[in-house]
């Protein structure tokens, strides 16, 4: 089975999510016995074949060209179709990210294929693709299966691992695609958040916030935790409705899905569409003054108490 | 303008969840069902489209008898129409977005909404996917919408920022919270939801290329300890992440 992966990328640079999605793509086309294509469209790719080739593709096909530097639904479903039967593969990969959630679809649309979206874990076994993802947010698991080829599946960013290869090289080459009469949707503007903070859906540590943080001004205290773990900050859509910090910071069913390492809940009650957005993390604090609250359920460690008082002791012990 | 809203029923987020006996669905015993959360803003920014530009606004629906529900809500929010593509189910994500273009493909809609997701599946698919079987432009997850009388301006949220994208109509927006405030159905309105026909389509079953073949709830958590009260138990915790879950 011949496999087409999309290395996502975002200001000329490899989205982590993106590598992941190659490492995964690899071990299905050893288990399958096929050839795996990545696929890379923008500006300036050449210097990154190096990277994708240590995860393990066999060839690189780069589509070349400045339509596709910016995110558009058409040039980038335009540009991946265009790949795919370039390629003639069976399965397309790719990231289940605010890029990938768009293309994916649109993409299994345009090639009559199965999809399989925001996968948690996929294999391959005589001949058939079954995948997990979580539905209900989060309260379920559902197994899904691809019942014919093509496929199109979209991996949940964080739930796969990175595997660095043996780097043998791959064969290049370019695609030409004209996509700019394809694109009607066209990206006018792109504003990112000030300052190059670390974005929740890549961090390995992440200290959220939620309404029992009390004022907008004790979220010093969860940046200055997040600051010494080198972690990012997260937010409840209690705190995002509040205004007190950004939407780009909300977690959970309307806001992110995060699976760091550890996150760390500080008065946070724990809603269901809270969990949505974090449950599958690695290990979770919970923090909060209600020894019944719900977090505590779904939290490895914790600590009942106000969470004005046991951030800053937090704060100092993990300076030490 | 002509708008038409996607909508659909699901459970209540808050409802806890039986998984029923064939392992595949859930069970639909004792569970509320209500108009899908991010459908309310798709109907709720029709209708404010249309109060600014005039025409209507239909509603459509795809699922068995209990997406009437969806239907009605949302007739009482104040959309004009409602169409209900009854299927007794078995469609993937595909065949549901294949029936629903088929069913607004060439009645002359110039603007058509979907939720970002349906929090059932959860898939955020069927917006992007009906866009491209209608050949028209989408943008998803829209937090900001601006529409004129031939093109729309629309802000869509990705993790580190905002993409603005200026659309020619007809074109298909799924809506994300941020965009609007959903109005409660007023007694009148939910009176007169109640009167309104709702048009019934038979559609044709489509074979599913992708097939839900289990549902299983989420590996349990070991139970979480507490590990103490206040600023007291922080060197404990650390003391934790470190050796025993090696976090740290
Ligand atoms: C369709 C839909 C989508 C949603 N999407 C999201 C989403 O994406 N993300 C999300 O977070 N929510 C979402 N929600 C909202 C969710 O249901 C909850 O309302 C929300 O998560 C509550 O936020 P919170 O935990 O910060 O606030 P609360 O529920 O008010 O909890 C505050 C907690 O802080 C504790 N506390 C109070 N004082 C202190 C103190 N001094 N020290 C320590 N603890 C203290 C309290 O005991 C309490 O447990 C959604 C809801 C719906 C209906
Ligand atoms: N059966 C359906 N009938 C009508 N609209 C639907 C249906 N399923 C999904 N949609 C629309 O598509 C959006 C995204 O759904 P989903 O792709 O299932 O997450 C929903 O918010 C609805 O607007």
């Not at chain 1, 969990?275 to 919970?286: D, E, F, N, Q, T």
């Not at chain 2, 959360?37 to 209990?66: C, M, N, R």
């Not at chain 2, 603007?111 to 917006?127: I, M, R, T, Y």
Request: proline share 5%; charged share 25%; net charge negative.
């Amino acid at each position: 089975m011949d496999i087409l992966v999309y290395v996502e990328m975002r200001g000329g640079k490899i989205r982590p999510a993106g590598l992941e999605a190659v490492c995964s793509a690899r071990k299905l086309a050893d288990i399958g016995g096929g050839k795996l294509t990545a696929v890379l469209m923008g500006s300036n790719l050449e210097n990154l074949t190096g990277k994708v080739e240590k995860y393990g593709a066999d060839s690189i096909l780069l589509i070349d060209n400045p339509d596709l530097d910016g995110y558009t639904p058409e040039g980038y479903r335009e540009a991946l179709t265009a790949a795919y039967e370039a390629t003639g593969a069976k399965l397309v990969v790719m990231t289940a990210t605010a890029l990938g959630r768009d293309l994916a679809p649109a993409v299994a649309a345009k090639l009559d294929a199965a999809l399989l979206p925001d996968c948690t874990s996929v294999e391959y076994s005589e001949g058939k693709l079954s995948v997990t993802r979580p539905v209900y947010a989060g309260r379920c698991i559902m197994t899904l299966t691809a019942n014919s080829f093509p496929v199109v599946l979209s991996l949940q960013p964080k739930a796969f691992l990175v595997v660095e290869r043996e780097a043998v090289s791959a064969e290049v080459s370019k695609l030409e695609v004209a996509v700019s009469d394809k694109i009607r949707a066209r990206l006018i503007e792109t504003r990112a958040q000030a300052g190059e903070k670390l974005d929740v859906t890549e961090a390995d540590i992440i200290v959220a916030g939620g309404r029992g943080m009390k004022t907008e001004e004790n979220f010093k205290l969860i940046e200055d935790l997040a600051d010494k773990l080198g972690g990012a900050v997260g937010a409840s859509r209690a705190v995002v409705d509040s205004e007190w910090r950004p939407h780009s910071e909300q977690v959970g069913q309307t806001g992110k899905v995060v699976s760091p390492t550890l996150y760390i809940a500080a008065g946070i009650s724990g809603a269901i569409q809270h969990l949505a957005g974090m449950r599958s993390s690695k290990v979770i604090v919970a923090i909060n003054k209600d020894p019944e609250a719900p977090i505590f359920k779904s939290s490895d460690y914790g600590i009942v108490g106000d969470a004005m008082e046991v951030l800053p002791a937090l704060i100092e012990a993990v300076g030490e | 303008m002509k708008i038409a809203v996607l909508v659909k029923l699901v459970p209540d987020t808050e409802a806890s969840l039986k998984i029923g006996e064939d392992r595949r669905y859930i069970s639909k015993e004792d569970i509320n069902f209500v108009l899908n959360p991010f459908d309310e803003y798709a109907v709720e920014e029709a209708l404010l489209q249309k109060a600014k530009h005039g025409g209507s606004v239909t509603v459509i629906s795809l699922g068995g008898d209990e997406a009437v529900k969806a239907l009605r809500n949302s007739l009482a929010m104040g959309a004009d129409d409602a169409v209900h593509l009854k299927t007794p189910g078995g469609l993937d994500m595909l065949g549901v977005a294949r029936t629903l273009a088929a069913a607004l493909k060439d009645k002359g809609y110039d603007l058509f909404f979907a939720g970002k997701q349906a929090v059932d599946d959860d898939c955020g698919a069927v917006g992007p996917m009906v866009a491209t079987l209608l050949d028209i432009p989408h943008v998803s997850v829209v937090t900001k919408l601006e529409v004129e009388t031939d093109k729309l301006i629309a802000e869509r949220e990705f993790e580190t920022g905002t993409e603005v994208y200026e659309v020619p109509l007809p074109a298909l927006i799924t809506t994300q919270k941020g965009l609007n405030e959903p109005r409660y159905a007023s007694l009148k309105g939910i009176m007169m939801a109640k009167k309104k026909t709702i048009e019934e389509v038979d559609v044709e079953q489509i074979t599913a290329k992708a097939e839900t073949v289990g549902l299983a709830y989420p590996p349990m958590r070991p139970p979480g300890k507490i590990v103490g009260e206040g600023a007291e138990a922080v060197p404990e915790l650390i003391r934790l992440l470190k050796e025993e879950a090696k976090v740290l």
